[in-house]
Protein backbone atom coordinates (compact mmCIF):
# COMPACT_ATOMS: atom_id res chain seq x y z
CA UNK A 1 0.00 0.00 0.00
CA UNK A 2 1.31 3.39 -0.78
CA UNK A 3 2.46 5.75 2.33
CA UNK A 4 -0.58 8.17 1.08
CA UNK A 5 -3.24 5.57 1.56
CA UNK A 6 -2.37 4.55 4.75
CA UNK A 7 -1.71 8.35 6.13
CA UNK A 8 -4.18 10.83 4.03
CA UNK A 9 -7.16 8.09 4.43
CA UNK A 10 -7.03 7.47 8.18
CA UNK A 11 -6.78 10.84 8.63
CA UNK A 12 -9.86 11.80 8.33
CA UNK A 13 -10.59 9.55 11.66
CA UNK A 14 -7.20 10.24 13.27
CA UNK A 15 -6.11 13.98 12.33
CA UNK A 16 -2.64 15.10 12.07
CA UNK A 17 -1.44 18.02 10.28
CA UNK A 18 1.93 19.02 8.79
CA UNK A 19 3.55 22.22 10.60
CA UNK A 20 5.25 24.55 8.87
CA UNK A 21 7.15 27.82 9.81
CA UNK A 22 3.88 30.32 8.53
CA UNK A 23 1.23 27.52 7.60
CA UNK A 24 -0.48 24.05 8.74
CA UNK A 25 -1.74 21.64 6.25
CA UNK A 26 -4.16 19.14 7.94
CA UNK A 27 -3.08 16.04 6.65
CA UNK A 28 -6.64 15.11 5.73
CA UNK A 29 -7.23 17.76 3.67
CA UNK A 30 -5.23 16.49 1.18
CA UNK A 31 -7.60 13.74 -0.23
CA UNK A 32 -8.82 17.21 -1.81
CA UNK A 33 -5.74 19.01 -2.51
CA UNK A 34 -2.60 18.47 -3.75
CA UNK A 35 0.99 19.82 -5.12
CA UNK A 36 1.71 18.12 -7.56
CA UNK A 37 -2.24 18.33 -9.34
CA UNK A 38 -2.77 16.79 -12.39
CA UNK A 39 0.88 16.32 -12.95
CA UNK A 40 0.84 13.13 -10.91
CA UNK A 41 0.12 11.23 -13.67
CA UNK A 42 3.08 11.84 -15.86
CA UNK A 43 4.83 11.46 -12.77
CA UNK A 44 3.85 7.79 -13.40
CA UNK A 45 6.89 5.39 -13.69
CA UNK A 46 9.80 8.10 -13.18
CA UNK A 47 12.62 8.51 -11.59
CA UNK A 48 12.70 12.52 -9.96
CA UNK A 49 15.08 14.31 -8.36
CA UNK A 50 13.01 16.25 -5.60
CA UNK A 51 14.77 19.23 -5.38
CA UNK A 52 12.02 21.48 -4.10
CA UNK A 53 13.46 24.07 -1.19
CA UNK A 54 10.74 24.43 0.60
CA UNK A 55 10.78 22.11 3.27
CA UNK A 56 6.59 21.94 3.98
CA UNK A 57 6.10 21.59 -0.38
CA UNK A 58 8.91 18.99 0.01
CA UNK A 59 6.62 16.91 2.48
CA UNK A 60 3.45 17.23 1.27
CA UNK A 61 5.22 15.77 -2.79
CA UNK A 62 6.86 13.04 -0.95
CA UNK A 63 3.70 12.02 0.60
CA UNK A 64 2.25 12.48 -2.83
CA UNK A 65 5.18 11.05 -5.13
CA UNK A 66 5.16 7.09 -2.90
CA UNK A 67 3.16 4.96 -5.24
CA UNK A 68 3.76 6.96 -8.31
CA UNK A 69 7.24 7.11 -9.06
CA UNK A 70 9.62 4.72 -9.62
CA UNK A 71 12.26 6.75 -7.53
CA UNK A 72 12.77 9.67 -5.91
CA UNK A 73 15.93 11.47 -4.64
CA UNK A 74 15.24 13.45 -1.62
CA UNK A 75 18.28 16.39 -2.08
CA UNK A 76 19.12 17.66 0.74
CA UNK A 77 19.33 21.53 1.22
CA UNK A 78 22.94 22.08 0.68
CA UNK A 79 23.85 19.80 -1.85
CA UNK A 80 25.74 21.97 -4.20
CA UNK A 81 24.48 22.03 -8.05
CA UNK A 82 27.75 20.46 -8.81
CA UNK A 83 27.39 17.45 -7.74
CA UNK A 84 23.55 17.07 -9.11
CA UNK A 85 24.62 15.69 -12.47
CA UNK A 86 26.30 12.78 -10.67
CA UNK A 87 23.51 12.30 -8.70
CA UNK A 88 21.15 12.61 -11.20
CA UNK A 89 23.35 9.67 -13.43
CA UNK A 90 23.74 7.69 -10.15
CA UNK A 91 20.42 7.43 -9.92
CA UNK A 92 19.34 7.03 -13.32
CA UNK A 93 16.68 9.86 -13.11
CA UNK A 94 14.76 11.37 -16.00
CA UNK A 95 13.14 13.83 -14.02
CA UNK A 96 13.27 17.00 -12.23
CA UNK A 97 10.73 17.99 -9.69
CA UNK A 98 11.65 21.73 -8.23
CA UNK A 99 9.06 24.62 -6.98
CA UNK A 100 9.20 28.24 -7.42
CA UNK A 101 12.86 28.64 -5.69
CA UNK A 102 14.62 25.98 -6.33
CA UNK A 103 15.58 27.22 -10.07
CA UNK A 104 15.47 24.96 -13.55
CA UNK A 105 17.61 22.16 -13.63
CA UNK A 106 21.02 22.50 -14.60
CA UNK A 107 21.53 21.14 -18.20
CA UNK A 108 24.80 18.87 -17.33
CA UNK A 109 21.95 16.74 -14.81
CA UNK A 110 19.98 15.32 -18.53
CA UNK A 111 16.78 16.03 -16.80
CA UNK A 112 14.35 16.57 -19.85
CA UNK A 113 11.44 16.68 -18.10
CA UNK A 114 11.02 19.29 -15.42
CA UNK A 115 7.88 19.81 -13.31
CA UNK A 116 7.64 22.53 -10.93
CA UNK A 117 5.39 21.56 -7.71
CA UNK A 118 2.88 24.58 -5.88
CA UNK A 119 4.02 25.65 -2.80
CA UNK A 120 0.33 25.61 -1.95
CA UNK A 121 -1.93 22.38 -2.13
CA UNK A 122 -4.15 23.31 -4.89
CA UNK A 123 -8.09 22.00 -4.06
CA UNK A 124 -8.74 19.00 -6.57
CA UNK A 125 -12.24 19.30 -8.82
CA UNK A 126 -12.60 15.63 -7.55
CA UNK A 127 -11.29 13.52 -4.56
CA UNK A 128 -7.54 11.67 -5.38
CA UNK A 129 -8.02 8.47 -7.25
CA UNK A 130 -4.81 7.30 -6.23
CA UNK A 131 -6.03 3.60 -7.02
CA UNK A 132 -3.62 2.81 -9.98
CA UNK A 133 -0.56 4.31 -8.42
CA UNK A 134 0.76 1.18 -6.49
CA UNK A 135 4.14 1.47 -6.96
CA UNK A 136 6.42 0.30 -4.56
CA UNK A 137 8.73 3.74 -4.91
CA UNK A 138 12.42 3.56 -3.82
CA UNK A 139 13.15 6.62 -1.74
CA UNK A 140 16.62 7.64 -1.98
CA UNK A 141 19.15 9.37 0.51
CA UNK A 142 22.13 11.52 -0.12
CA UNK A 143 24.90 11.03 2.32
CA UNK A 144 28.30 12.54 2.12
CA UNK A 145 31.04 10.63 0.68
CA UNK A 146 34.65 10.61 0.83
CA UNK A 147 35.45 12.62 -2.46
CA UNK A 148 32.84 15.17 -1.13
CA UNK A 149 30.44 13.83 -3.76
CA UNK A 150 27.13 12.09 -1.83
CA UNK A 151 26.67 8.83 -2.12
CA UNK A 152 23.27 7.59 -2.89
CA UNK A 153 21.57 5.26 -0.23
CA UNK A 154 18.24 3.49 -1.83
CA UNK A 155 15.26 2.57 0.76
CA UNK A 156 11.56 1.75 0.08
CA UNK A 157 8.81 2.84 2.82
CA UNK A 158 8.57 -0.44 4.33
CA UNK A 159 12.20 -0.32 5.11
CA UNK A 160 11.93 3.44 6.62
CA UNK A 161 9.29 3.11 8.56
CA UNK A 162 10.31 -0.67 10.14
CA UNK A 163 11.55 0.89 13.27
CA UNK A 164 7.92 1.64 14.09
CA UNK A 165 5.60 0.42 12.13
CA UNK A 166 3.18 -1.08 13.79
CA UNK A 167 3.64 0.12 17.07
CA UNK A 168 0.86 1.03 19.45
CA UNK A 169 -0.23 4.03 19.55
CA UNK A 170 1.62 5.64 22.42
CA UNK A 171 -0.91 6.71 25.57
CA UNK A 172 -1.82 10.10 26.16
CA UNK A 173 -3.22 10.96 22.30
CA UNK A 174 -1.31 11.75 19.29
CA UNK A 175 1.77 12.77 20.11
CA UNK A 176 3.39 16.22 18.12
CA UNK A 177 6.34 15.82 16.87
CA UNK A 178 8.83 17.76 16.01
CA UNK A 179 12.80 17.70 14.59
CA UNK A 180 16.22 19.94 14.27
CA UNK A 181 16.26 18.09 11.63
CA UNK A 182 15.51 18.86 7.72
CA UNK A 183 13.75 16.10 6.37
CA UNK A 184 15.48 14.83 3.46
CA UNK A 185 18.24 13.37 6.29
CA UNK A 186 17.54 10.29 7.90
CA UNK A 187 16.97 11.23 11.18
CA UNK A 188 14.27 13.93 9.94
CA UNK A 189 13.01 11.48 7.83
CA UNK A 190 12.37 9.60 10.41
CA UNK A 191 10.05 11.56 12.66
CA UNK A 192 8.30 13.20 9.26
CA UNK A 193 7.39 9.31 8.84
CA UNK A 194 6.37 8.40 12.31
CA UNK A 195 4.34 11.33 12.13
CA UNK A 196 2.48 10.82 9.12
CA UNK A 197 1.88 7.57 10.41
CA UNK A 198 0.57 8.56 14.01
CA UNK A 199 0.29 12.32 15.18
CA UNK A 200 1.24 15.80 13.50
CA UNK A 201 5.05 16.89 12.38
CA UNK A 202 6.35 20.74 13.56
CA UNK A 203 8.77 21.21 10.52
CA UNK A 204 11.93 23.57 11.72
CA UNK A 205 13.03 26.36 9.18
CA UNK A 206 16.55 27.00 7.59
CA UNK A 207 17.95 29.57 9.31
CA UNK A 208 15.83 29.93 11.92
CA UNK A 209 17.24 30.56 15.43
CA UNK A 210 17.25 28.02 17.72
CA UNK A 211 15.27 29.96 20.20
CA UNK A 212 12.80 30.97 17.72
CA UNK A 213 12.10 27.30 17.25
CA UNK A 214 11.67 26.20 20.53
CA UNK A 215 9.29 29.07 21.31
CA UNK A 216 7.07 27.64 17.73
CA UNK A 217 7.54 24.05 19.04
CA UNK A 218 6.30 25.06 22.60
CA UNK A 219 3.34 26.97 20.85
CA UNK A 220 2.46 24.64 18.96
CA UNK A 221 2.64 21.79 21.68
CA UNK A 222 5.13 19.62 20.40
CA UNK A 223 5.20 16.55 22.63
CA UNK A 224 7.96 14.27 21.14
CA UNK A 225 11.09 16.06 19.48
CA UNK A 226 14.32 15.12 18.33
CA UNK A 227 17.93 16.15 16.78
CA UNK A 228 21.46 15.42 17.40
CA UNK A 229 23.33 16.19 20.63
CA UNK A 230 25.17 19.09 19.24
CA UNK A 231 21.19 20.43 18.02
CA UNK A 232 20.49 19.85 21.74
CA UNK A 233 23.59 21.75 23.18
CA UNK A 234 22.48 24.67 21.21
CA UNK A 235 19.03 24.37 22.37
CA UNK A 236 20.73 24.61 26.27
CA UNK A 237 22.59 27.20 24.96
CA UNK A 238 20.18 29.38 24.08
CA UNK A 239 18.13 29.54 27.50
CA UNK A 240 14.65 28.78 25.31
CA UNK A 241 14.31 25.40 26.46
CA UNK A 242 13.26 26.33 29.85
CA UNK A 243 9.76 27.62 28.76
CA UNK A 244 9.35 23.86 26.67
CA UNK A 245 8.34 20.80 28.00
CA UNK A 246 8.13 18.12 25.23
CA UNK A 247 7.73 14.20 27.32
CA UNK A 248 9.78 12.77 24.86
CA UNK A 249 13.30 13.65 23.31
CA UNK A 250 15.17 11.68 21.18
CA UNK A 251 19.21 12.20 20.24
CA UNK A 252 20.57 10.71 17.29
CA UNK A 253 23.09 10.59 14.58
CA UNK A 254 26.09 11.61 16.85
CA UNK A 255 27.12 9.20 19.61
CA UNK A 256 25.33 10.85 23.42
CA UNK A 257 27.40 11.53 25.94
CA UNK A 258 26.71 10.99 29.90
CA UNK A 259 27.22 15.17 29.82
CA UNK A 260 24.71 16.04 27.87
CA UNK A 261 21.93 13.12 28.51
CA UNK A 262 22.48 14.77 32.20
CA UNK A 263 21.84 18.08 31.24
CA UNK A 264 18.70 17.22 28.91
CA UNK A 265 17.12 15.58 31.86
CA UNK A 266 18.10 18.35 34.16
CA UNK A 267 16.55 20.62 31.75
CA UNK A 268 13.28 18.71 30.82
CA UNK A 269 12.51 16.55 34.11
CA UNK A 270 9.18 15.28 32.90
CA UNK A 271 10.58 13.96 29.68
CA UNK A 272 12.14 10.56 28.78
CA UNK A 273 15.23 11.25 27.31
CA UNK A 274 16.42 8.55 24.85
CA UNK A 275 18.85 8.04 22.44
CA UNK A 276 19.15 5.79 19.47
CA UNK A 277 21.80 4.49 17.04
CA UNK A 278 20.70 5.06 13.38
CA UNK A 279 22.32 6.00 10.11
CA UNK A 280 21.01 6.39 6.43
CA UNK A 281 22.70 3.19 5.56
CA UNK A 282 22.08 0.43 8.34
CA UNK A 283 18.41 2.01 9.76
CA UNK A 284 17.78 2.47 12.98
CA UNK A 285 19.56 0.22 15.50
CA UNK A 286 18.00 0.76 19.10
CA UNK A 287 16.86 3.45 21.26
CA UNK A 288 17.70 3.80 25.05
CA UNK A 289 16.06 5.00 27.42
CA UNK A 290 17.79 4.82 30.91
CA UNK A 291 19.12 7.67 31.07
CA UNK A 292 23.28 5.97 30.44
CA UNK A 293 25.31 6.99 27.68
CA UNK A 294 26.33 3.71 25.51
CA UNK A 295 23.55 0.41 25.36
CA UNK A 296 22.97 -2.61 27.68
CA UNK A 297 25.55 -5.30 26.49
CA UNK A 298 22.29 -7.51 26.32
CA UNK A 299 21.17 -5.58 23.15
CA UNK A 300 23.98 -7.36 20.82
CA UNK A 301 23.03 -10.43 19.65
CA UNK A 302 19.21 -10.21 20.20
CA UNK A 303 17.30 -10.83 17.59
CA UNK A 304 13.45 -10.25 18.43
CA UNK A 305 11.67 -7.05 17.25
CA UNK A 306 13.53 -8.35 13.54
CA UNK A 307 16.84 -5.86 14.37
CA UNK A 308 20.39 -8.10 15.05
CA UNK A 309 23.30 -6.27 16.16
CA UNK A 310 26.39 -8.03 16.04
CA UNK A 311 29.47 -7.54 18.15
CA UNK A 312 31.79 -9.84 17.32
CA UNK A 313 34.10 -8.12 15.11
CA UNK A 314 34.60 -4.91 17.32
CA UNK A 315 32.25 -2.75 15.68
CA UNK A 316 28.89 -2.48 15.47
CA UNK A 317 26.81 -4.71 12.47
CA UNK A 318 23.35 -4.23 11.79
CA UNK A 319 20.79 -6.66 10.02
CA UNK A 320 17.19 -5.37 9.98
CA UNK A 321 14.21 -5.09 8.04
CA UNK A 322 15.21 -1.22 7.90
CA UNK A 323 18.61 -1.82 6.51
CA UNK A 324 18.89 0.18 3.12
CA UNK A 325 18.82 -1.73 0.02
CA UNK A 326 21.67 -0.90 -1.71
CA UNK A 327 24.11 2.38 -3.01
CA UNK A 328 23.42 3.23 -5.97
CA UNK A 329 25.78 4.59 -9.12
CA UNK A 330 28.27 2.79 -11.06
CA UNK A 331 31.11 1.26 -9.48
CA UNK A 332 29.38 1.97 -5.92
CA UNK A 333 30.55 0.37 -3.17
CA UNK A 334 28.63 -3.06 -1.39
CA UNK A 335 26.06 -1.61 1.36
CA UNK A 336 25.87 -4.95 2.62
CA UNK A 337 28.74 -7.48 4.02
CA UNK A 338 28.28 -11.31 2.61
CA UNK A 339 26.02 -12.45 5.71
CA UNK A 340 24.16 -8.84 5.28
CA UNK A 341 24.94 -6.87 7.55
CA UNK A 342 25.57 -3.13 7.35
CA UNK A 343 28.93 -2.31 8.71
CA UNK A 344 29.61 1.11 8.81
CA UNK A 345 32.91 1.05 11.24
CA UNK A 346 31.59 2.14 14.24
CA UNK A 347 33.69 0.69 17.34
CA UNK A 348 32.60 -0.38 20.46
CA UNK A 349 34.23 -1.11 24.11
CA UNK A 350 32.59 -3.03 26.45
CA UNK A 351 33.11 -1.80 30.19
CA UNK A 352 30.64 -2.97 32.60
CA UNK A 353 28.13 -4.81 30.94
CA UNK A 354 27.42 -1.61 28.24
CA UNK A 355 29.39 -0.76 25.04
CA UNK A 356 30.56 2.40 24.62
CA UNK A 357 31.01 3.86 21.05
CA UNK A 358 34.50 4.98 21.07
CA UNK A 359 35.02 6.60 17.09
CA UNK A 360 34.98 5.19 13.40
CA UNK A 361 37.38 2.03 11.87
CA UNK A 362 37.36 4.36 8.74
CA UNK A 363 38.12 7.37 10.84
CA UNK A 364 35.09 9.52 9.88
CA UNK A 365 34.85 12.35 11.37
CA UNK A 366 31.40 13.40 13.04
CA UNK A 367 31.05 17.28 13.61
CA UNK A 368 27.88 18.37 14.99
CA UNK A 369 26.15 15.69 12.86
CA UNK A 370 27.98 16.70 9.70
CA UNK A 371 30.48 14.07 8.19
CA UNK A 372 33.39 14.35 7.71
CA UNK A 373 36.50 12.30 5.30
CA UNK A 374 39.86 13.08 6.76
CA UNK A 375 41.32 12.04 2.96
CA UNK A 376 39.10 14.93 1.66
CA UNK A 377 40.60 17.39 3.86
CA UNK A 378 43.79 15.68 3.54
CA UNK A 379 43.74 16.46 -0.11
CA UNK A 380 43.43 20.09 0.03
CA UNK A 381 46.04 20.38 2.90
CA UNK A 382 48.71 18.44 0.73
CA UNK A 383 47.91 20.63 -2.22
CA UNK A 384 50.32 22.92 -0.44
CA UNK A 385 53.66 22.92 -1.96
CA UNK A 386 55.65 23.12 1.29
CA UNK A 387 53.36 19.95 2.44
CA UNK A 388 54.95 16.40 2.43
CA UNK A 389 52.22 14.52 4.02
CA UNK A 390 49.07 14.86 6.75
CA UNK A 391 46.63 12.92 8.79
CA UNK A 392 43.67 14.57 9.79
CA UNK A 393 41.90 13.24 12.82
CA UNK A 394 38.71 13.94 15.18
CA UNK A 395 39.48 15.61 18.43
CA UNK A 396 36.51 15.64 20.77
CA UNK A 397 34.89 18.69 21.53
CA UNK A 398 31.83 19.31 23.95
CA UNK A 399 29.90 21.97 21.52
CA UNK A 400 29.79 19.83 18.33
CA UNK A 401 31.02 16.17 19.69
CA UNK A 402 34.24 16.83 18.05
CA UNK A 403 35.91 19.07 15.82
CA UNK A 404 38.71 18.85 12.88
CA UNK A 405 42.49 18.33 13.64
CA UNK A 406 44.94 17.98 11.27
CA UNK A 407 48.99 17.15 11.84
CA UNK A 408 50.86 18.43 9.26
CA UNK A 409 54.61 16.99 8.19
CA UNK A 410 56.40 19.92 5.76
CA UNK A 411 58.63 19.06 3.27
CA UNK A 412 61.89 20.35 4.91
CA UNK A 413 60.87 18.28 8.20
CA UNK A 414 59.61 19.90 11.40
CA UNK A 415 61.53 23.23 12.81
CA UNK A 416 64.35 21.98 10.68
CA UNK A 417 66.15 25.89 10.46
CA UNK A 418 62.74 27.73 9.92
CA UNK A 419 61.34 30.36 11.40
CA UNK A 420 58.39 30.65 13.81
CA UNK A 421 56.52 33.29 11.75
CA UNK A 422 57.16 30.55 8.78
CA UNK A 423 55.17 28.27 10.54
CA UNK A 424 52.47 30.75 10.79
CA UNK A 425 52.60 31.70 7.57
CA UNK A 426 52.00 28.44 5.99
CA UNK A 427 49.69 27.32 8.89
CA UNK A 428 47.12 30.08 7.48
CA UNK A 429 48.19 29.95 3.68
CA UNK A 430 46.46 25.63 4.53
CA UNK A 431 43.48 27.14 6.16
CA UNK A 432 42.98 29.66 3.31
CA UNK A 433 42.78 26.95 1.51
CA UNK A 434 41.09 24.49 3.02
CA UNK A 435 38.33 27.49 3.33
CA UNK A 436 38.49 27.80 -0.24
CA UNK A 437 37.37 24.69 -1.14
CA UNK A 438 35.78 22.86 1.98
CA UNK A 439 32.75 23.77 3.44
CA UNK A 440 32.97 25.26 7.46
CA UNK A 441 33.00 22.24 9.48
CA UNK A 442 35.71 20.52 7.37
CA UNK A 443 37.92 23.34 8.04
CA UNK A 444 40.86 22.20 10.71
CA UNK A 445 40.60 23.83 14.08
CA UNK A 446 43.70 23.05 15.06
CA UNK A 447 46.87 22.19 13.16
CA UNK A 448 49.85 20.83 14.24
CA UNK A 449 53.20 20.64 12.14
CA UNK A 450 55.20 17.32 13.65
CA UNK A 451 58.29 15.70 12.42
CA UNK A 452 56.80 12.56 11.01
CA UNK A 453 53.51 10.38 11.05
CA UNK A 454 53.54 6.56 11.83
CA UNK A 455 53.48 4.51 8.24
CA UNK A 456 51.97 0.88 8.75
CA UNK A 457 53.81 -2.49 7.04
CA UNK A 458 51.39 -1.74 3.88
CA UNK A 459 52.59 1.66 3.77
CA UNK A 460 49.10 3.37 5.02
CA UNK A 461 49.66 5.98 7.30
CA UNK A 462 48.09 4.80 10.45
CA UNK A 463 44.49 6.20 11.20
CA UNK A 464 43.83 6.08 15.37
CA UNK A 465 40.92 4.27 16.15
CA UNK A 466 39.27 7.18 18.09
CA UNK B 1 41.86 38.33 34.50
CA UNK B 2 44.00 36.43 32.01
CA UNK B 3 41.21 33.87 31.23
CA UNK B 4 38.61 36.70 30.66
CA UNK B 5 41.27 37.90 28.27
CA UNK B 6 42.02 35.26 26.40
CA UNK B 7 38.44 34.11 25.65
CA UNK B 8 37.71 37.48 24.45
CA UNK B 9 40.75 37.29 21.94
CA UNK B 10 39.47 34.10 20.80
CA UNK B 11 36.07 34.93 20.29
CA UNK B 12 37.28 38.08 17.80
CA UNK B 13 40.09 35.48 16.23
CA UNK B 14 37.50 33.26 15.43
CA UNK B 15 34.26 36.02 14.35
CA UNK B 16 37.05 37.06 11.71
CA UNK B 17 37.63 33.80 10.25
CA UNK B 18 34.60 32.78 9.94
CA UNK B 19 33.87 35.88 8.59
CA UNK B 20 30.69 36.47 11.12
CA UNK B 21 29.39 40.33 12.83
CA UNK B 22 30.47 39.73 16.50
CA UNK B 23 28.28 42.06 19.19
CA UNK B 24 30.11 43.86 21.78
CA UNK B 25 30.82 41.06 24.78
CA UNK B 26 29.25 42.15 27.58
CA UNK B 27 28.61 39.92 30.66
CA UNK B 28 25.15 39.65 29.98
CA UNK B 29 25.11 39.09 26.00
CA UNK B 30 23.42 36.07 24.96
CA UNK B 31 26.02 33.62 23.62
CA UNK B 32 23.76 32.54 20.42
CA UNK B 33 22.75 36.31 20.19
CA UNK B 34 26.67 37.09 20.12
CA UNK B 35 26.90 36.65 16.09
CA UNK B 36 28.50 33.14 16.57
CA UNK B 37 27.43 29.85 15.30
CA UNK B 38 28.12 25.76 17.27
CA UNK B 39 31.23 25.66 15.30
CA UNK B 40 32.70 28.62 16.07
CA UNK B 41 32.07 27.93 19.63
CA UNK B 42 33.51 24.63 19.09
CA UNK B 43 36.73 26.53 17.53
CA UNK B 44 37.01 28.46 20.45
CA UNK B 45 36.52 25.86 23.14
CA UNK B 46 39.27 23.33 21.33
CA UNK B 47 41.61 26.65 21.69
CA UNK B 48 41.25 27.36 24.88
CA UNK B 49 41.87 23.93 25.83
CA UNK B 50 44.97 24.28 24.17
CA UNK B 51 45.75 27.65 25.50
CA UNK B 52 44.46 27.02 28.94
CA UNK B 53 44.96 23.44 29.28
CA UNK B 54 41.53 22.10 30.43
CA UNK B 55 37.94 21.83 29.35
CA UNK B 56 35.63 22.90 31.69
CA UNK B 57 32.53 21.58 29.82
CA UNK B 58 33.47 17.82 30.65
CA UNK B 59 32.36 18.51 34.48
CA UNK B 60 29.82 21.41 33.88
CA UNK B 61 26.47 20.71 35.30
CA UNK B 62 24.67 23.29 32.83
CA UNK B 63 25.47 24.91 29.81
CA UNK B 64 26.75 28.70 29.71
CA UNK B 65 23.59 30.82 28.70
CA UNK B 66 25.26 34.37 28.64
CA UNK B 67 29.32 35.54 27.74
CA UNK B 68 29.51 36.32 31.56
CA UNK B 69 28.25 32.13 32.42
CA UNK B 70 31.34 31.42 29.50
CA UNK B 71 33.77 33.32 31.42
CA UNK B 72 33.03 32.37 34.85
CA UNK B 73 32.68 28.18 33.68
CA UNK B 74 36.59 29.05 32.66
CA UNK B 75 37.29 31.60 35.43
CA UNK B 76 36.10 28.73 38.00
CA UNK B 77 37.91 25.84 36.87
CA UNK B 78 41.15 28.18 37.24
CA UNK B 79 40.86 29.34 40.14
Keep these: MAL ?6 AAAARGGALIGPARAVPLASLARASCLGGRLEAL ?8 IRDQLTAAIALLELDGVAKRMVLCTPDLSPEHLPH ?24 LDFAVEADSEPVPLPHPADRTAYQLRTEWVLLTSGTTGAPKLVAHTASSLTSAFAGQRAEEGGAPVWSTFYDIRRYGGLQIYLRALLAGSLMLSSAGEATSDFLARAAAAGV ?3 SGTPSHWRKALMSGAAERF ?5 RLSGEIADQGILDALRAAFPRAVVAHAFASTEAGVGFEVRDGQAGFPAALAG ?7 LDVSRGTLRIRSPGNASAYLGAGAPMLKDTEGFVDLGDRLELRDGRYYFVGRSGGIINVGGLKVHPEEVEAVINSHPLVRMSLVRSRRNPITGAVVAADVVLTDGAGAGREQTADERIRREILEACRATLAAHKVPALI ?19 | MAVRSTITTLFQEVAREQQR ?20 FALIVARLEDALGYDPFDTAESFPVTFGDFVRLYEARAA
Design chain 1, 4 to 9: WDSVVG
Design chain 1, 44 to 51: QGRSVVVA
Design chain 1, 87 to 110: VARSAQADTWLGDASSGAPPAAAG
Design chain 1, 223 to 225: THI
Design chain 1, 245 to 249: SPAYV
Design chain 1, 302 to 308: RTDGGVE
Design chain 1, 448 to 466: RFVPALEMSASGKLVRPSA
Design chain 2, 21 to 40: QLAPLTDDLKLLQCGLDSLS
